[in-house]
């Protein structure tokens, strides 16, 4: 059996605000060990349980952010960027499963440094359904038929991936109080949450289907303000919706939409305040 793992950051055990997520900042070591460590829980437990080979990327930010002399050594790790898709890079029908661990909720939504991508995207559609990068990456495993065992992250996003994945196993870290503050575990308690609940769907995993992509799906991306939209909206194939600040892109399938949302987020970004 082959694992894959999406690891993210702000979901993370402890890490409450920013200054544990930008590596600018004086917080930014500690996550960094706290987020390798909480990985590594999620691989031994996954060798222990008939899984033969564990695929881990890198999925927050500039995606280089695990020591990768402190992993598994069974494990193989994807680090940096760019990546053509990005938080799911390397994912190919040929896995069992995926989990994916330190994420958080969708923008507009309540939680710990909730966002889609970047600040300054609203809301993502697939077709009329409102995702994040939980449900943007779930359905990218879908269209490969790849199930999405488990979510581990805050709370919020615990509930996200419930919503969207019927028995999906969820291992709750830290309990939402606002976007920049939370009730969490101890890095000690957490990991051995995230043994249990990893255990949990590897022995669940023949009762979660693959979250399955619409054919010929529309990207909608529902930015802050119409400056992002008209810089997104440079990307061929992309209309501004009347009266919004709503660009769509109608793919030819997820993996298409995917990537459009890498250049039209990564565009958007462009716009200043004055």
């Given at each position: 059996?082959?694992?894959?793992?999406?690891?993210d950051?702000?979901?993370?055990?402890?890490i409450?605000?920013?200054?544990?997520?930008?590596?600018?900042?004086?917080?930014?070591?500690?996550s960094?060990r706290?987020?390798?460590?909480?990985?590594?829980?999620?691989?031994?437990t996954a060798y222990?349980?008939?899984?033969?080979?564990?695929?881990?990327?890198?999925?927050h930010?500039?995606?280089?952010?695990?020591?990768?002399?402190?992993i598994?050594?069974?494990?193989?790790?994807?680090?940096?960027?760019?990546?053509?898709y990005?938080?799911?890079?390397?994912?190919d029908?040929?896995?069992s499963?995926a989990?994916f661990?330190?994420y958080?909720?969708?923008?507009?939504?309540?939680?710990?440094?909730?966002?889609?991508?970047t600040?300054g995207?609203?809301?993502?559609?697939i077709?009329?359904?409102?995702?994040?990068?939980?449900?943007?990456?779930a359905?990218?495993?879908?269209?490969?038929g790849?199930?999405?065992?488990?979510?581990?992250?805050?709370?919020c996003?615990?509930?996200?991936a419930e919503?969207?994945?019927?028995?999906?196993?969820?291992?709750?870290?830290?309990?939402?109080?606002?976007?920049?503050?939370?009730?969490?575990?101890?890095?000690?308690?957490?990991?051995?949450?995230?043994?249990?609940?990893?255990a949990d769907?590897?022995?669940?995993?023949?009762?979660?289907?693959p979250?399955?992509p619409?054919?010929?799906?529309?990207?909608?991306?529902?930015?802050?303000?119409?400056g992002?939209?008209?810089w997104?909206?440079?990307?061929p194939?992309?209309?501004?919706?009347?009266?919004?600040?709503?660009?769509?892109?109608?793919?030819?399938?997820?993996?298409?939409a995917?990537?459009?949302?890498?250049?039209?987020t990564?565009?958007a970004?462009?716009?200043?305040?004055?």
């Amino acid at each position: 059996m082959k694992l894959y793992l999406s690891v993210d950051m702000e979901g993370i055990t402890g890490i409450p605000d920013y200054t544990f997520v930008d590596s600018s900042k004086h917080n930014y070591e500690r996550s960094r060990r706290i987020m390798t460590e909480e990985t590594n829980h999620v691989i031994r437990t996954a060798y222990s349980n008939e899984v033969k080979e564990v695929l881990v990327n890198d999925s927050h930010s500039k995606m280089n952010n695990l020591l990768i002399d402190e992993i598994h050594p069974d494990a193989e790790l994807i680090t940096g960027s760019v990546k053509p898709y990005s938080m799911m890079q390397g994912l190919d029908s040929s896995f069992s499963g995926a989990i994916f661990v330190g994420y958080h909720a969708r923008g507009a939504q309540k939680g710990v440094l909730s966002h889609s991508m970047t600040f300054g995207v609203r809301n993502f559609y697939i077709n009329d359904v409102a995702v994040g990068e939980l449900g943007f990456n779930a359905y990218v495993a879908g269209y490969y038929g790849v199930p999405v065992l488990m979510v581990a992250g805050d709370d919020c996003a615990a509930r996200e991936a419930e919503e969207l994945i019927t028995n999906v196993v969820t291992a709750p870290v830290k309990e939402t109080i606002s976007r920049s503050s939370v009730k969490s575990l101890t890095p000690k308690k957490a990991g051995e949450l995230l043994q249990q609940k990893t255990a949990d769907a590897l022995h669940n995993r023949s009762n979660v289907n693959p979250l399955v992509p619409p054919d010929h799906p529309t990207l909608r991306i529902e930015f802050m303000n119409y400056g992002q939209a008209e810089w997104a909206n440079l990307m061929p194939g992309t209309e501004i919706e009347p009266n919004s600040t709503i660009v769509s892109f109608r793919a030819k399938d997820i993996l298409e939409a995917y990537q459009a949302m890498i250049v039209m987020t990564d565009l958007a970004v462009r716009t200043t305040s004055s």
